[in-house]
T-cell receptor, first 115, second 114 residues
Framework: DAGVIQSPRHEVTEMGQEVTLRCKPI?????LFWYRQTMMRGLELLIY????????DSGMPEDRFSAKMPNASFSTLKIQPSEPRDSAVYFC?????????????FGPGTRLTVL | GNSVTQMEGPVTLSEEAFLTINCTYT??????LFWYVQYPGEGLQLLLK?????DKGSNKGFEATYRKETTSFHLEKGSVQVSDSAVYFC?????????????FGKGMKLTVNP
């Protein structure tokens, strides 16, 4: 069974450019989470979706960040314009009600570097 | 609100040493409790979990018991290996509305030397 898939695995871009991170959750899962991890701030929840609907976006740092989930098998996190302080590892995770599980399964992450 | 407090480290141990990582929580009701592990260069993965008081989660030689009276979920392993070197996160999932999300501790980096 494929786990959570994220692309790209690494992204290097220049300040001011648009960055789009992609996530494919585990099939059948109905909740999807975007996290950011840095040395300074640790692991932060940015936003999560339930049944493709955003439930809590209180962790999104500012208007430069946006996330969408057009269907149950795909989500994007966009940063426009990007800034050096956005450099971090971004994780996507999914969880599902099947089997009563409340376990989140994480993808391998996207390491973003903004120069 | 819900919160998790855990040892932050970093901690360095020799192989076969005993490991304890403390974790305490604040939450209303009866949250589910988790330990996640992050190996270098990878995403987090579930190590073990417990969903009600006095439950013991166990996996790969690690154990943690859900203690309601002390609001704790300490992680233990009797004999660590070099391959256990990783960052360990304690987390809880609340029981209130919008409770799908996890609240994580800050993580503790463990290095095990041969």
């Amino acid at each position: 069974d494929a786990g959570v898939i994220q692309s790209p695995r690494h992204e290097v871009t220049e300040m001011g450019q648009e960055v789009t991170l992609r996530c494919k959750p585990i099939s059948g899962h109905n909740s999807l989470f975007w996290y950011r991890q840095t040395m300074m701030r640790g692991l932060e929840l940015l936003i999560y979706f339930n049944n493709n609907v955003p439930i809590d976006d209180s962790g999104m740092p500012e208007d430069r960040f946006s996330a969408k989930m057009p269907n149950a098998s795909f989500s994007t996190l966009k940063i426009q314009p990007s800034e050096p302080r956005d450099s971090a590892v971004y994780f996507c995770a999914s969880s599902g009600l099947a089997g009563g599980t409340d376990t989140q399964y994480f993808g391998p992450g996207t390491r973003l570097t903004v120069l | 609100g819900n919160s998790v407090t855990q040892m932050e480290g970093p901690v360095t141990l020799s192989e076969e040493a005993f490991l304890t990582i403390n974790c305490t929580y604040t939450a209303t009701g009866y949250p589910s409790l988790f330990w996640y592990v992050q190996y270098p260069g990878e995403g987090l993965q579930l190590l073990l979990k417990a969903t009600k008081a006095d439950d013991k989660g166990s996996n790969k030689g690690f154990e943690a018991t859900y203690r309601k009276e002390t609001t704790s979920f300490h992680l233990e392993k009797g004999s660590v290996q070099v391959s256990d070197s990783a960052v360990y996160f304690c987390a809880l999932r609340g029981t209130q509305g919008g409770s799908e999300k996890l609240v994580f501790g800050k993580g503790m980096k463990l290095t095990v030397n041969p």
